[in-house]
């Protein structure tokens, strides 16, 4: 599918055009990738990581996301051109990446997204930080990330995200939405006839967290639930004790797109609810988690 051919009947009344009268007070902090900058070294840090990741991935990662890196022909060794990317992410979903210098302000991430443009960390990590760093960098933001932008559904739903943000930050609730992109864009799972994959790219460009999210027995692993998810705290400093499950990103774009928000924020409220690792009746429970590595890490 292509941009001219998405289906704006998709989109809901309200939030079609939203995103034009946003003035932006700064500028978007697009930078220039500067491809031929990188050092050998920066590539072979690319290349080391993408080898270890795909080994890990291959049978825990959504095949959709496995398809789209080789649809953007990640997989060719060093650091992706995201000149070269464009051309054919744009021709898929019209996407495109965009490089900036780290993290943005919320309002100029909104904006990107909701002119259908991922903002990418230009700089890649040194091997001290192989494992985990904390700004996201070009490892994180395009292998993890700009994979599933290639999936037409899912892009729709990182375009609406965009615009729901910029609609959040005038109820006051940024809070309660930065839940939802947590628990699905950055840590979601995906039942899939294989059974439970990664999908989010928190998991999925971490080496750790993509064994621990799927195989481990201590986080719960619970049905999205649009309210649910939007109540829940989340780790921002270790591994999520729990993650939500999607069925389809049909499902995700249907369940969040199709609802208008704002009687919601009303209700959310500014708390910020339940607990990281809380289990309600309510759950639909895939794994009830032992939490024993939380508990663990805490008593340690
Ligand atoms: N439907 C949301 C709103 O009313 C916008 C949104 C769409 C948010 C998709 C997140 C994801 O504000
Ligand atoms: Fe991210």
Same mark, same amino acid.
Not at 6 to 12: F, K, L, N, T, Y
Not at 58 to 62: P, S, T, V, Y
């Given at each position: 599918m292509t941009a001219t051919q998405?289906?704006?009947?998709?989109?809901?009344p309200y939030i079609?055009?939203?995103?034009? &009268?946003i003035t932006l007070r700064?500028?978007? $902090?697009v930078i220039d990738q500067?491809?031929?900058? $990188?050092s050998a070294d920066e590539h072979a840090v690319w290349d080391f990581l993408y080898r270890r990741q795909v080994d890990i991935l291959?049978?825990?990662?959504?095949p959709a996301m496995l398809r789209g890196l080789e649809q953007l022909n990640l997989?060719?060794?060093?650091?992706?051109e995201f000149a070269k990317i464009n051309v054919e992410l744009k021709a898929r979903t019209g996407f495109e990446v965009v490089a900036v210098p780290g993290l943005v302000p919320d309002e100029v991430f909104f904006n990107h997204l909701a002119n259908r443009r991922f903002p990418a960390g230009q700089f890649i990590r040194t091997r001290a930080q192989l494992d985990y760093l904390q700004e996201p960098d070009i490892f994180h933001d395009v292998?993890? &990330?700009?994979?599933?932008?290639?999936d037409p559904v899912f892009a729709d739903y990182m375009e609406a995200y965009g615009k729901g943000g910029l609609r959040a930050m005038k109820f006051g609730r940024l809070k309660q939405l930065a839940a939802l992109y947590w628990y699905t864009v950055e840590f979601g799972l995906i039942e899939t006839p294989k059974g439970v994959r990664i999908y989010g790219a928190g998991i999925s460009s971490s080496k750790d967290e993509s064994i621990f999210a799927l195989d481990d027995p201590s986080p719960n692993r619970i049905r999205f639930d649009l309210e649910r998810v939007m109540r829940t705290r989340y780790r921002i400093d270790d591994f999520q004790q729990t993650y939500f499950v999607i069925r389809s990103y049909d499902e995700l774009f249907r369940a969040t797109v199709?609802?208008?928000f704002a009687p919601l924020y009303e209700r959310l409220g500014d708390g910020v609810g339940y607990g990281a690792d809380a289990v309600l009746a309510t759950d639909g429970v895939v794994t009830h988690g032992t939490q024993a590595y939380a508990k663990a890490k805490k008593a340690g």
């Open positions: 998405r289906d704006e009947s998709r989109v809901p079609k055009g939203m995103s034009g &009268h700064d500028d978007d $902090y500067n491809w031929a900058a $990188y291959k049978d825990r990662a959504d997989n060719r060794g060093g650091i992706p292998f993890g &990330h700009v994979p599933l932008l290639t199709d609802t208008d």
